[in-house]
């Protein structure tokens, strides 16, 4: 059986640029395996552990010095260079070493100023070994190949069996290319055994998993790189966010749209039985809240969160909505005998606030499918007719707000300090803040800053970004939420899976599911993030349709949703701090981030990534500290369940007030 031999190039790089090319093709000519460090030099302790272990996968080591030392390592004080032939000799790894004629007359570009570091070097190279010497490319080739075509003769070693017919030195170029904390020199060593002692079909299926193990890690690699943030990316897109409030605060152009909910922080004497409707992303929920002054709100009654039905316009939705109150009346709230019930509602959609209790949708998002009839119409006046259409007069819608804004009130009821309420659902993301003097002729109040619709170009969408959002149903609008919010980062990690998949060889799709968009929901990557080898294998192979799925498969699909997840939490750390230094530039004041939303809620959405435990708010105060250091000691990030419902009582309490002068 045909042997072929691994043989490491070693000398500096810069100067010998044309002469490694040169060597590796002679070499790949001459049926070797070339290995070495083309892709990168090694420039610290890690990087040259790395080295080592494509040095322990080599039969041959060439050594090809001409008139520079090379790059030293500080801790070792010698070059890495020497380091890798000291280490080849420690090995045992036959070395064949070519020692330019006359390095000193050499062009200067080709030179260092280590001249005595390189003769000792030279000297130790050539005692007790024959070195070849050479003067250009011409008469280095032959010397280089001679030279272990007679070494493979008189000093064969375990060399590499041709178990298939695909070309390993794009594989070993691959094993190059990766520079990973994982071992891959043992399973080199075992290919190399086998290839000695068992049959050629074991080392094929060795080999050809080992080569997919490679271009998955080099994929992964890759994913990697797209979808990590640097931290001066993050103080970039912090600083443009910043600068974005205040564009649009000055009536500049910005990305952000700054609506005024006409809402004040709420006093702590607000008390009353309020109903709270939640017109959330898909779902309505009806609540029945007691606001108790200085004690917790009390959730009296709630029904069940329900899913919007298919209709054609806004009549119909509404309708439906007014059915919804009329049924909690009648089966739920009729013990508590109100004459009458005060409503504050919930609308998570982009509306141009006109009062308290007027607004318009702007459009709808999140890819929601809901009639477009109502747009540009006033959303309390289509529930109010719907409601008198079922004789619920006794029902007074009077307020409308964001759900970032019932956020905001809920938690600032007993917590002056509030300064940001946010939510990252299981489908957006969006902020609001309080304004309190930079707007003329407008009171202190709460800003809907739609910040899910923020977009800079230091946010570097990648490919994967615009091609969601190339297919969304509203291309170049909510680019930020896009990149951030539960519906968008679960189709991402949908997109780079499916991608992965079918680039992996031998894997054949057996169904359709997750092959179409928006099919993988926030839940379910949970679920994929905690399954266990054993488990995630399983839904690999049924639910994703790939029969020959193999367990490192399981990590690399888990790697491609913590690094979707990671930035999603970092761009979301730097909206925050740019809204935190827009209102408190010095960072000296206590500031206190309302959060809810599936995505913050730390007890619903955690997993354990290489034996350590995420969740969003972690992810950002820590970016958040990495920034600012101590100063960020002076934010706090608070979650508060039913944010959305109990605000919206809250809302209702003020806008009461309000009317009763």
């Excluded at 990168?40 to 030392?69: P, W």
Aim: glycine share 4%.
């Amino acid at each position: 059986m045909e042997k072929r031999y691994q043989v490491f190039i070693s000398s500096t790089f810069k100067d010998l640029k044309e002469e490694r090319k040169a060597i590796i093709q002679a070499l790949l000519n001459g049926n070797y395996i070339p290995a070495g460090m083309e892709l990168f030099s090694a420039s610290n302790d890690e990087q040259f552990n790395y080295i080592k272990k494509i040095i322990d996968t080599c039969d041959y080591y060439v050594l090809i010095v001409g008139g520079r030392y090379g790059t030293i390592n500080p801790t070792k004080h010698v070059s890495f260079t020497e380091q890798e032939y000291e280490y080849a000799v420690s090995k045992n790894i036959p070395v064949l070493a070519f020692i330019h004629n006359d390095p000193q007359n050499l062009h200067a570009n080709k030179l260092d100023n280590n001249r005595e570091l390189l003769e000792k070097f030279i000297t130790k190279v050539s005692t007790n070994r024959l070195c070849g010497k050479w003067n250009d490319i011409n008469e280095l080739l032959p010397k280089v190949i001679t030279s272990l075509n007679e070494q493979t003769s008189k000093n064969p070693q375990l060399g590499w069996i041709r178990g298939c017919n695909y070309d390993a030195t794009e594989f070993l170029s691959q094993i190059n290319e990766l520079h990973l904390n994982k071992e891959i020199s043992e399973p080199l060593k075992e290919i190399k055994i086998l290839g000695s002692h068992n049959s050629i079909n074991k080392l094929k299926k060795i080999l050809e998993d080992h080569l997919v193990w490679v271009k998955s890690e080099i994929f992964l690699k890759q994913i990697k790189k797209e979808f990590t943030l640097s931290k001066e990316q993050i103080n970039q897109i912090a600083n443009c966010f910043r600068e974005s409030i205040d564009n649009q605060i000055k009536g500049h152009n910005s990305t952000l749209r700054m609506i005024p909910s006409y809402f004040r922080k709420p006093n702590i004497n607000d008390k009353g039985i309020f109903m709270a409707l939640d017109f959330g992303s898909t779902n309505l929920q009806i609540m029945l809240i007691q606001l108790m002054g200085q004690l917790k709100p009390k959730i009296l009654e709630t029904n069940a969160s329900i899913r919007f039905p298919e209709v054609n316009s806004s009549e119909e939705l509404f309708d439906w909505i007014a059915e919804q109150v009329e049924y909690s009346i009648k089966f739920e709230f009729s013990k508590f005998k109100l004459e009458e019930y005060f409503l504050g509602h919930t609308f998570s959609y982009p509306t141009l606030q006109h009062s308290q209790n007027e607004g318009t949708l702007l459009f709808w998002t999140k890819e929601i499918n809901l009639p477009n009839d109502i747009l540009e119409k006033d959303i309390n006046r289509l529930l109010t007719e719907a409601l008198e259409k079922r004789n619920l007069k006794n029902v007074i819608p009077v307020a409308l707000l964001n759900n970032t804004v019932s956020t905001f009130l809920a938690h600032s009821y007993h917590d002056k300090n509030v300064s940001i309420a946010s939510i990252c659902s299981r489908y957006g993301f969006n902020t609001c803040y309080y304004e309190k003097s930079r707007i003329q002729r407008r009171a202190p109040m709460i800003y809907n800053m739609e910040s899910g619709n923020f977009y800079h170009s230091s946010l570097k969408p990648n490919d994967y970004d615009n091609l969601l959002n190339s297919r969304s149903s509203k291309p170049e609008e909510q680019r930020f939420e896009k990149m951030v919010g539960g519906k968008y980062i679960s189709e991402l990690i949908r997109i780079v899976i499916n991608e992965y998949l079918n680039k992996r060889k031998n894997l054949e799709r057996t169904t359709r599911k997750f092959l179409d968009p928006y099919t993988l929901d926030i839940d379910q990557v949970k679920t994929l993030l905690e399954l266990d080898d054993k488990a995630l294998l399983n839904s690999i192979i049924v639910e994703w349709g790939t029969n020959d799925a193999l367990i490192y498969d399981c990590h690399v699909i888990r790697d491609i949703a913590h690094y979707i997840i990671m930035r999603s939490a970092q761009l979301i750390a730097a909206s925050f701090l740019g809204t935190i230094r827009y209102i408190d530039g010095t960072l000296l004041n206590s500031n206190v981030i309302s959060v809810d939303g599936f995505l913050f809620n730390k007890e619903k959405f955690n997993y354990t990534y290489n034996d350590t435990n995420f969740n969003y708010i972690d992810i950002i105060n820590k970016t958040m500290h990495e920034l600012e250091g101590d100063k960020s000691n002076s934010i706090t990030i608070s979650f508060i369940d039913n944010g959305s419902t109990i605000g919206a009582a809250i809302a209702a309490a003020i806008a009461t007030k309000d009317r009763r002068g």
